[in-house]
């Protein structure tokens, strides 16, 4: 059997003899990635976060009677009355997702209404940042006009 050795002008010929296809493959690979890594994006994420701080105030009756110490159980439910159903109604209200003329009720009997309440609680997150008089609130959305 014949060994044929293949020397770098060899390699030269072959690559000027196919430049066509090889160039079209280079630039086919190219774009495909481009699509794929385009296809792929992630949507971007904008969040809006804020701090309240909430002054509870004390009376040497509550000392004494041991209810200063259950602040914290009333931050939590400071926490979650952020995203209590009212006050989900009224920021869809404030934020021109629901008409600000219809009532409570209307909401929450409507299938459409609910889904923008329940859209807009997923968006939102509160909760008690331990050993502090404050609650954290976050807003995540899609679109920066929202924040």
């Not at 072959?14 to 086919?28: C, D, G, P």
């Not at 481009?34 to 000392?63: C, H, R």
Request: proline share 5%; net charge neutral.
């Amino acid at each position: 059997m014949a060994q044929y050795d293949v020397d770098l002008r060899e390699y030269w010929r072959i690559i000027r003899k196919r430049k066509a296809s090889i160039i079209f493959m280079v630039l086919l690979v190219g774009f495909c990635s481009y699509g794929f890594a385009k296809f792929k994006e992630p949507v971007p994420l904008y969040e809006a976060t804020a701090a309240i701080k909430i002054d509870i105030s004390t009376n040497i009756a509550s000392v004494l009677t041991g209810t200063y110490w259950q602040q914290s159980e009333n931050m939590d439910t400071h926490a979650y009355i952020i995203k209590s159903f009212p006050v989900l109604v009224s920021a869809a209200k404030s934020l021109g997702w629901i008409a600000p003329d219809i009532p409570d009720e209307v909401v929450r009997d409507n299938k459409k209404y609910i889904s923008i309440i329940e859209r807009l609680k997923s968006m939102v997150e509160a909760e008690h940042q331990a050993g502090t008089p404050m609650v954290s609130d976050a807003h995540k959305s899609e679109s920066p006009a929202r924040q």
